[in-house]
């Protein structure tokens, strides 16, 4: 949002971001303004070898533990110190550990309790988009936009690509985003509930097995509120790099939900695992889920992993 607000402000910055903005067909670009935009990995850590002139951040939660033995406390110390490297911090004050650190720092903060003063119009849902363009117009006006261009300048930004991504128009239309995290999960379900779906198919591809087993009771309680008028599949664990985890699978995790309205989908009937690899049941997925469709008016494919193969069975539904 930030490269765009930029881009059509006439600064021509240069970006790189972890996502392909639809605008561009791309997720770089050389500008030749002052300004590069990058949106930092805290994955790997990699965003701590940055030193920003501008830090934008929207929150700090527990991810990636693999790669924080300490937990929260080492999490919040990486943002901290790549916070405090920054001239201009843009932080989102509704975020508890953000919050404690804009008391004792100079930063330029945002917040949802202001979003009804701004007319922002885009093209995705959901109050977490709403928030991102709050935050992006606070970090535009800090590098001298006016505020009133950069909420015209999103008007015409059409999202990026696995991002509550429109595949299908026609009826049920069909969603495609990367959600994988259990907060990324929830706001998710609650843009998708605020278009006001008769029936919603919410179909999700759990991200790694240990990301499953460190998050397991909230991705439970997440699941257990998942409305009952609607239906979510639960799709096998994407493993990819790392390796199965005894007592940890889809199937475990929809017993531990226990809604009728949440359910396993199998790779096939006679398979009870896929490995998280989708090219090979491709086939059996697509007929499951063809099955379930009558009636619905958005299907959701979610996920992280491989269930973008998926999603181009449903491009020309």
């Known amino acids: 949002m930030l490269a765009h607000i930029l881009t059509e402000c006439g600064l021509d910055p240069a970006f790189a971001i972890g996502g392909i903005l639809s605008n561009y067909n791309s997720n770089a670009k050389a500008g030749k303004g002052k300004y590069f935009i990058l949106e930092g990995d805290e994955s790997d850590k990699s965003f701590t070898h940055t030193n920003p002139h501008l830090a934008l951040v929207t929150c700090i939660e527990e991810d990636h533990l693999e790669n924080y033995p300490g937990g929260i406390e080492e999490i919040k110390k990486c943002f901290f110190d790549f916070i405090d490297k920054a001239e201009i911090k843009v932080l989102n004050i509704d975020d508890r550990y953000l919050a404690n650190y804009c008391m004792e720092n100079e930063c330029v903060v945002y917040s949802e309790l202001a979003l009804d003063s701004l007319n922002i119009k885009l093209s995705m849902p959901g ?23 950069a909420i015209k300048a999103l008007e015409s930004f059409r999202g990026i690509k696995r991002r509550f991504e429109l595949i299908n128009d026609s009826l049920p239309k069909v969603y495609d985003d990367y959600a994988h995290h259990p907060t990324e999960i929830k706001v998710l379900i609650e843009a998708c509930l605020e278009m006001s779906p008769e029936k919603l198919l919410f179909v999700y591809q759990p991200h790694h097995p240990e990301r ?21 599949l639960i799709m096998d664990i994407y493993v990819a790099r790392s390796q199965h985890i005894d007592g940890i699978s889809s199937e475990k995790l929809v017993e531990a939900i226990n809604k009728p309205n949440v359910k396993f989908l199998a790779a096939a009937s006679e398979s009870k695992t ?11 997925y697509k007929k499951q889920i063809e099955a379930r469709l009558d009636g619905v008016d958005y299907l959701f494919l979610v996920g992280a992993g491989d269930i973008s193969k998926l999603v181009e069975c449903f491009r020309g539904l």
Not at 136 to 148: F, N, S, T, V
Not at 212 to 232: A, L, M, R, S
Request: contains cysteine; negative net charge; charged residues 25%.
């Open 274 to 284: 896929s490995q998280g690899n989708i090219a090979d049941h491709e086939q059996a």
């Open 127 to 149: 109050k977490y988009n709403l928030m991102n363009a709050f935050a992006c117009i606070e970090a535009a006006e800090a590098l001298g936009i006016e505020r009133m261009e």
């Open 212 to 232: 499953t087993k460190q998050f397991w009771n909230d991705f439970v309680e997440i699941f257990q509120n998942f409305p009952q008028e609607h239906e979510c």
